[in-house]
């Protein structure tokens, strides 16, 4: 009871009443109700990494079967050319679409917060809505609007008389997809965004009205600052998403097969690896790497967004 | 300046100024209080807010955007194959088919789109709904008691929230064939069970809704910790838990990747894989163009999904506001 109380994490216990109670606690009660979850843990995510990485030390030859090759796996990976030019595309695809989606979310909630709209309520749930839409379905409805058959981008370009949109050549399959993405993803970035704004102390606008701040400068000077916190979060999710970009150009690939090839972002190269090339041990290379990367570009952007948030 | 000083704190409630010297307990409370203070109008001075037509417009673009694929699935999921070629996709055209093409969804190759809204519903249910529940008694746990190892769960679910779900998928699937669990329900179930993130919105929550007076209370009755979890705590979680339910639902809802890969056998697909063979089916040779059951079929895949994030909007917006918060 004593190290309960001492333990400074737990504040309010400090006020618990030392009386006698009928059902004591032990010191494992917690365990009772965290344990579950952390056995599935255990078992869902920190197995199969292990075993990833077990793999990604094999090698399966045609002489010789099944042959440890200490680190082998990752020499060839880095000089892999199909790899890289699949991670250069969802780089490139990080720098442009999510400055633009995140951009386009911090308007809408601004907009939304600003209090100067008709109807706000129902702006807030008409621009959500979208992410209820599974990817699949997303990338199903775009791509028949991107279509010639039935699409649209055909009753545009008949009625131009020249072939000006192609959303899936190779200029512009890219954008195509991340306008699928930004569709999928600007309600619930904007609903962050929103929420944050939402809780932002009212005495802070009073303070900034005395001192003469007109709406502008209130954006910059508070609001802005307010959504430093939320705007990482939604940062590192969408560093996320890029990186693992599969289900879009996966679905997509089935209209644009010349364009979108087998190792178009990294994610569907190890599944063709694995599903077509049986090449286990080398597709388990491809998740451990992008994992990491992902994980340590993740970390760098909380570590620099906390830091500014300190200064 | 005085003459606009003067209104300034009387038109504040107390309530702003007890806000901001009491620590905040209830987020609930909190955002509930907020919003009720703006929407009764944020200008300090007693003015309205102006309406801007400006923004009005701009929001009216962004919905323009959201909705426009909507209403072309709408649209098109009333056209026969027949006239979704012929037809200008974004007005109505042609027969008016929908009741049709809903029949002949759910009846085409012996109603196989019925068994995969059925396996969806059963990946929904149990790997969602174990979930939101695993994550919700470990996050009151975490919330609520000290225990030994309580800083390497931390850690642990810190570090799995990082981890994307689709690297995750690979190794899973290489794991899974290994014990003779691709190919099974299980393969989809199991993978779907954990939610750090849901586990970590819960915790935070838990911390400020439920009051630890409360707890003691209740064990000074003589109440059995589980019984403490599921008659008192787990209706002031509500709100933080039907938001991990229902972004829970849509991730499991929405899956694609992970049922790609584990599944061989369409009996066992979800509604998205079976969607992508349907769609896939019109190409390749022997090909058999069904694009109007494809559309049909997206509609109704969303419907369902849609209807909940209305349905429950109070819940999981006040749940969202405080996870994202805190976060």
Redesign the interface.
């Known amino acids: 009871m004593s190290t309960?109380a001492a333990?400074p994490?737990?504040a309010?216990?400090a006020?618990?009443?030392t009386?006698r109670?009928?059902?004591p606690?032990g010191?494992?009660?917690?365990?009772?109700?965290?344990g579950?979850?952390?056995v599935?843990?255990v078992?869902?995510?920190?197995?199969?990494?292990g075993?990833?990485l077990w793999?990604s030390l094999f090698r399966d030859q045609l002489i010789g079967g099944n042959q440890f090759v200490w680190f082998a796996n990752y020499a060839k990976l880095f000089q892999d050319a199909a790899f890289w030019q699949g991670f250069g595309r969802v780089g490139l695809f990080l720098l442009v679409q999510v400055p633009i989606m995140l951009g386009?979310a911090l308007?809408?909630a601004l907009?939304?917060d600003?209090?100067?709209?008709?109807?706000t309520g129902f702006?807030r749930?008409?621009?959500?809505?979208?992410?209820?839409?599974?990817?699949?379905?997303?990338a199903?409805?775009?791509?028949?609007?991107y279509g010639n058959?039935?699409?649209?981008t055909g009753?545009a370009n008949d009625l131009l008389g020249i072939d000006l949109l192609q959303p899936f050549s190779p200029t512009w399959v890219l954008t195509s997809i991340g306008n699928v993405v930004t569709?999928e993803f600007?309600?619930y970035n904007m609903?962050?965004f929103y929420?944050?704004l939402?809780?932002v102390?009212?005495?802070l606008?009073?303070a900034a009205?005395?001192d003469g701040a007109g709406p502008m400068r209130t954006v910059f000077s508070i609001k802005l600052p307010a959504l430093r916190?939320?705007m990482v979060?939604a940062t590192?999710f969408s560093i996320?998403?890029s990186?693992?970009l599969?289900?879009e150009p996966n679905?997509l690939k089935?209209l644009a097969?010349n364009v979108i090839g087998s190792s178009f972002t990294p994610?569907m190269y190890?599944?063709s690896l694995?599903?077509s090339g049986q090449q286990?041990n080398y597709?388990?290379t491809?998740?451990?790497v992008?994992?990491v990367i992902?994980?340590v570009i993740?970390?760098v952007v909380q570590v620099r967004g906390t830091r500014q948030e300190n200064r | 300046m005085s003459t606009?000083?003067q209104p300034?704190a009387g038109a504040?409630t107390p309530a702003?100024?007890t806000?901001?010297t009491t620590t905040q307990r209830d987020p609930r409370d909190?955002?509930t209080r907020?919003?009720r203070?703006?929407?009764a109008g944020?200008?300090?001075?007693g003015r309205k807010?102006?309406?801007?037509g400006l923004?009005?417009a701009?929001?009216v673009v962004?919905?323009v955007?959201?909705?426009a694929?909507?209403f072309?699935?709408l649209v098109?999921s009333t056209k026969t194959q027949a006239s979704?070629?012929s037809t200008?996709?974004?007005w109505f055209g042609g027969d008016f088919n929908l009741w049709q093409n809903i029949v002949d969804t759910v009846t085409y190759n012996d109603g196989i789109f019925m068994q995969w809204l059925g396996n969806t519903l059963l990946y929904v249910v149990v790997g969602a709904g174990g979930a939101t529940l695993?994550?919700t008694?470990?996050g009151?746990?975490?919330a609520?008691?000290?225990?030994?190892?309580?800083r390497a769960?931390f850690a642990?679910?810190l570090g799995?929230i990082?981890?994307?779900?689709?690297?995750?998928a690979?190794?899973?699937?290489?794991?899974f064939s290994?014990v003779g669990l691709t190919n099974t329900p299980w393969s989809i179930i199991?993978?779907s069970?954990?939610s750090?993130f849901g586990?970590y919105l819960i915790w935070t929550y838990a911390i400020d809704a439920i009051?630890?007076?409360l707890i003691?209370a209740a064990?000074?009755d003589?109440?059995?910790?589980?019984r403490i979890?599921f008659t008192i705590a787990l209706k002031l979680l509500t709100p933080g838990v039907v938001t991990v339910l229902l972004f829970a639902v849509?991730a499991t809802?929405?899956n694609?990747?992970l049922p790609?890969?584990m599944l061989s056998d369409p009996k066992w697909y979800p509604?998205?894989?079976g969607?992508?063979q349907w769609?896939?089916q019109a190409?390749g040779s022997g090909a058999q163009p069904i694009?109007n059951l494809?559309?049909t079929g997206?509609l109704l895949?969303?419907i369902p999904?849609?209807v909940?994030?209305?349905f429950l909007?109070r819940f999981w917006?006040s749940g969202?506001?405080a996870g994202?918060?805190k976060?």
């Open positions: 309960l333990r994490a737990e309010a216990s006020s618990r009443p009386a109670r009928p059902k606690r010191r494992y009660t917690g365990w009772l109700f965290v579950p979850f952390v599935v843990l078992a869902m995510l920190i197995i199969p990494i075993y990833a793999l386009l308007v809408a907009s939304l600003s209090a100067r709209l008709w109807g702006f749930i008409a621009v959500f809505l979208p992410y209820a839409v599974p990817g699949v379905v997303a199903l409805i775009w791509g028949f609007i058959q039935f699409g649209l009753a569709w600007l309600g609903l962050i929420a944050a939402r809780v102390p009212t005495e606008y009073e009205e005395l916190g939320p979060i590192i996320i998403g990186f693992q599969f289900n679905l089935t097969p994610n190890a599944y694995s599903f286990f597709s388990a491809v998740a451990i992008m994992g992902t994980a993740a970390y | 606009l000083q300034a504040t702003t100024v806000e901001a909190r955002s907020a919003s203070q703006r929407r944020k200008p300090v001075d807010v102006k309406r801007s923004l009005t701009v929001m962004f919905v955007y959201s909705f694929p909507l072309y699935l098109n979704l070629l200008f996709g974004l695993l994550a008694v470990a009151y746990g975490m609520k008691f000290q225990f030994p190892g309580r769960v642990v679910v799995a990082a981890v994307p779900g689709t690297a995750l690979v190794p899973t699937f290489l794991l290994q199991l993978p069970l954990i750090p586990m009051p630890t007076e003691e064990r000074m003589g109440a059995g910790e589980f979890f849509v809802w929405n694609y990747f790609l890969i509604l998205t894989v969607l992508n769609n896939a190409t694009y494809v559309v997206s895949t969303i999904i849609v909940a994030f209305l909007q917006q969202l506001a994202s918060v976060a």
